[in-house]
């Protein structure tokens, strides 16, 4: 049955059936009553602290069994929540009722009878056993008020009044929410200060490059790896080679021969100064500027034995990254302190965006910053990326209006420096603002919509005008109440659902 289509003949039979005289008295005949048909469900919905209880039962009335359909889902990802035990009783006026029956009919879902015995106001009492969650809780409890009637008609009367509705509903039935990404929450509202947006670039951190210097001169050789920029490199990996070439002056053997020299000069220097010392010949000063120059000179001693062979110094990796710039061409000819090439390091990286001086004053109110690279479909909180606010400028000047705003971050976007990503900053405020998340809204030819919750399987389809964002939630203005329970992940899914034609509300239920 399309759901518009119940919902209309919902309210005929609601209209003509039971239609009030100004006495309040019903003016329909006992021969029209016995052609009523009683189909109408209460809806009992309620959210403990793991877990969505909702439940389809006939109205409640003396002497008759009401059947309850149950489903039950995980508060943490909207899945049915399996393998449990019921136990569901009726309390009302000092006496209680316990329901019997209890079927599984399948993941998540529950059957069980109740019959009540007496008139009046009274509560279920639902205690939901074997959650067998990591943190050692196994229930979860729920009390629902509940109105027991003296007959059948009193009872589906008041179910149809009560029963949600909505002229924009739309149908998406537990059993299709289980096989997607599905949430939802409730809208409450926030202090929300100022909303900064801005175009920012990602640089690497200090020390997280290094530049590759020629020890000596010679000439450039490529012939054993071509090394390219954006290459991922190891620590000590080999990357190219410098040859004398047969240069007779700043050739690689002089300065190989000049570094162990200098290393041996160094050593018996040391251990001249040290047999002295003993004693007592040199003082603790000259013993100290001795061993200094030989730890230096041993250094760069072991650093030529590493990385000089035959004629030719190894030019190596000096730690893991990517190859950043290649500053040189193969033939061609270096000096010794001639940059080579930089190899950087993405573990960390820093942000920077420049802003305009009017958000001087909100940059000590930080509170929230959220990131996304360039049309990617989602964006990261500073707080997932391990970040922190680094610095921001205090000051302007003629040449540069701007104020630099820098953010430190994990590498987790994978994020290549000199690329540019959106930047959200979010200060601290007084205006209470109701926002959503950004996957709560659809968009349908330049309106949005988000989807509002009736039951846990019936939305209505509400549009709303909406503000800034933050790269993760917006806010909305209008069109939306705190405390109204959305589709906060999966609405887009429903949205695609409803253009498939709205589906029976019982579709999927074993009664």
């Keep these: ?250 050739s690689i053997n002089q300065y190989v021969t000049s570094v162990v020299n200098d290393y041996e000069k160094a050593k018996k220097d040391y251990e001249r100064e040290k047999a002295l010392a003993e004693d007592k010949i040199v003082s603790e000063t000259e013993l100290l500027q001795a061993k200094n120059i030989y730890e230096k000179a041993l250094a760069n001693y072991e650093q030529v034995k590493a990385n000089f062979s035959e004629d030719r110094q190894i030019v190596r990796a000096p730690i893991d990254g990517y190859v950043k710039q290649i500053s040189v061409q193969n033939g061609q000819y270096v000096s010794a302190g001639q940059p080579m090439a930089t190899v950087s390091q993405n573990q960390r990286l820093l942000i920077q965006a420049e802003l305009s001086s009017r958000y001087y004053p909100y940059l000590k109110d930080i509170t929230e910053v959220n990131i996304r690279e360039m049309n990617a479909p989602r964006a990261y909180s500073l707080e997932e990326l391990h970040g922190r606010l680094v610095s921001y400028g205090q000051s302007t000047s003629s040449n540069n209006p701007l104020i630099p705003v820098i953010f430190e971050i994990d590498n987790v976007l994978d994020a290549i420096p000199g690329t540019f990503v959106n930047l959200y900053i979010k200060t601290s405020g007084n205006t209470s603002r109701l926002s959503v998340p950004n996957t709560a809204i659809v968009e349908e030819m330049g309106n949005y919509f988000v989807f509002v919750q009736l039951t846990p399987e019936l939305f209505d389809k509400r549009p709303v005008l909406v503000g800034s964002s933050d790269g993760i939630r917006t806010e909305v203005i209008s069109g939306l109440q705190a405390g109204e329970r959305i589709v906060s992940q999966g609405a887009q899914i429903i949205k695609l659902s409803q253009g498939a034609g709205a589906l029976d509300p019982h579709a999927g239920h074993a009664h």
């Design 1 to 250: 049955m399309k759901i518009k289509s119940f919902l209309f003949i919902l309210s005929l039979v609601s209209l003509f059936a039971c239609r009030d005289t100004a006495g309040h008295q019903h003016g329909h005949s006992h021969e029209a009553e016995s052609a009523h048909v009683h189909d109408a469900k209460l809806y009992l919905v309620q959210y403990g602290q793991y877990t969505e209880f909702f439940a389809e039962a006939d109205p409640l009335f003396v002497g008759s069994t009401s059947h309850f359909l149950i489903q039950l889902s995980r508060l943490e990802d909207f899945k049915p929540m399996d393998s449990v035990q019921i136990d569901l009783s009726l309390e009302s006026g000092g006496k209680t009722w316990a329901a019997t029956g209890f079927k599984r009919v399948k993941a998540g879902q529950y059957k069980l009878e109740l019959q009540p015995g007496q008139i009046g106001s009274g509560q279920l009492l639902v205690r939901v056993r074997g959650l067998q969650r990591p943190d050692g809780v196994q229930e979860d409890l729920f009390r629902i008020p509940v109105q027991v009637y003296k007959d059948e008609h009193e009872a589906h009367h008041a179910a149809e009044h009560q029963a949600p509705t909505s002229s924009n509903a739309v149908v998406f039935t537990k059993a299709q929410s289980y096989l997607v990404d599905f949430k939802t929450e409730i809208t409450h509202p926030e202090n929300i200060g100022k909303l900064i947006s801005s175009v920012a670039q990602i640089l690497p951190t200090p020390g997280a490059q290094t530049e590759i210097i020629a020890k000596a001169s010679g000439i450039v050789s490529l012939d054993k790896k071509n090394v390219v920029e954006g290459q991922a490199v190891s620590e000590g990996e080999y990357l190219f080679s410098i040859e004398s070439g047969g240069m007779l002056e700043n």
